[in-house]
């Protein structure tokens, strides 16, 4: 049985798949190439900062597993 998922996730997922639509709306498929590698980019930074910040005792995020 699938889990339920939870109101927040599906907002954020609506969020990302209007937003992956105007991409290709206004940029063709290339707007939305030009999407994806940012936010690759933008995860890739923000995981190294997180994991600095975690190693510094600086974050009071936990990672769940």
């Known amino acids: 049985m699938a889990r339920k998922k939870s109101l927040r996730s599906q ?3 609506a969020a990302r798949d209007l937003g992956n639509v105007e991409a ?3 940029g063709g498929v290339e707007g939305l190439a030009k999407r994806d590698a940012r936010r690759a980019v933008y995860r890739k930074s923000n995981s190294l900062t997180n994991s600095l ?4 005792g ?3 995020n ?3 597993r």
């Open 11 to 13: 907002f954020y997922r």
């Open 24 to 26: 290709i709306k206004n």
């Open 53 to 56: 910040l975690r190693g510094f």
């Open 58 to 60: 600086l974050s009071r």
């Open 62 to 64: 936990r990672r769940k």
